[in-house]
């Protein structure tokens, strides 16, 4: 099945500082690669996604990149502000059988110091 | 429109008890995906259903079950309740099968003494 590396698992950055989040996948086939963020005592939301067919998203401070031919996609975000320490969810996404699968990361913690 | 709802929000039982914790999804949404998430361990997926059937399992023993209702609203039950089943159980819902993102609840924090 599906296998998803996330890394770093902690990461303090200084407010200002851009933060980048990367995670591996296993499976060519999947193809659907959203990212969460989970606020200390609150459930995940979804930030941004991305598909297959697109190299790059952005919106606002956030941005993801995803290589296809290395399996792997990344999450960026620029001038950290305290507000995005939370806790960050990779995932990737296949289809199987007409159902889109799910794998997360095992997250990532984010500091943002002032 | 409301939120994915999951009930109780907390939860204390003993070892050995069972549990059963509901998820009400978003209108209209008939996927309903159940994860445990314990301090360092992430998300640990157990199961998901769509209309009403289970489409994937996770690696948990049989004491973790679920179901779906014909209006989508799903059910999670754990029997003969251990310790290490302590944690927050997310419920997170999406439309249909097709490629897109979760909405979760705020969970459930059940507590095993």
């Known amino acids: 099945g599906e296998n998803v590396e996330q890394h770093p698992s902690t990461l303090s950055v200084q407010e200002g500082d851009s933060a980048v989040i990367k995670c591996t996948y296993s499976d060519s086939a999947s193809n659907y690669f959203p990212w969460y963020k989970q606020e200390l005592g609150k459930r995940p939301q979804l930030i941004i996604d991305?598909?297959?067919?697109?190299g790059e998203k952005k919106d606002q401070r956030i941005a993801v990149t995803l290589n296809k031919t290395a399996k792997h996609f990344s999450l960026h975000i620029t001038e950290t502000q305290p507000e995005d320490s939370a806790v960050y969810f990779c995932a990737a996404s296949k289809n199987s059988g007409g159902y889109q699968k799910v794998t997360f990361g095992t997250g990532t913690k984010l500091q943002v110091i002032p | 429109k409301a939120g994915v709802t999951q009930t109780p929000r907390y939860l204390i039982k003993t070892r050995g008890q069972q549990v059963t914790l509901s998820c009400s999804p978003i209108s209209g949404h008939r996927s309903v995906s159940w994860y445990q998430q314990t301090p360092g361990q992430g998300l640990q997926f157990l199961f998901e259903y769509f209309s009403e059937t289970q489409r994937n399992k996770g690696n948990f023993p049989g004491r973790f079950s679920g179901r779906q209702f014909s209006n989508s609203r799903s059910e999670m039950n754990v029997s003969t309740l251990e310790l290490g089943d302590s944690a927050l159980y997310l419920c997170?819902?999406?439309?249909?099968?097709?490629?897109?993102?979760?909405?979760f609840g705020s969970g459930t924090r059940l507590t095993v003494v």
């Open positions: 997170a819902s999406r439309k249909g099968q097709e490629a897109n993102g979760y909405t």
């Open positions: 991305i598909r297959s067919n697109v």
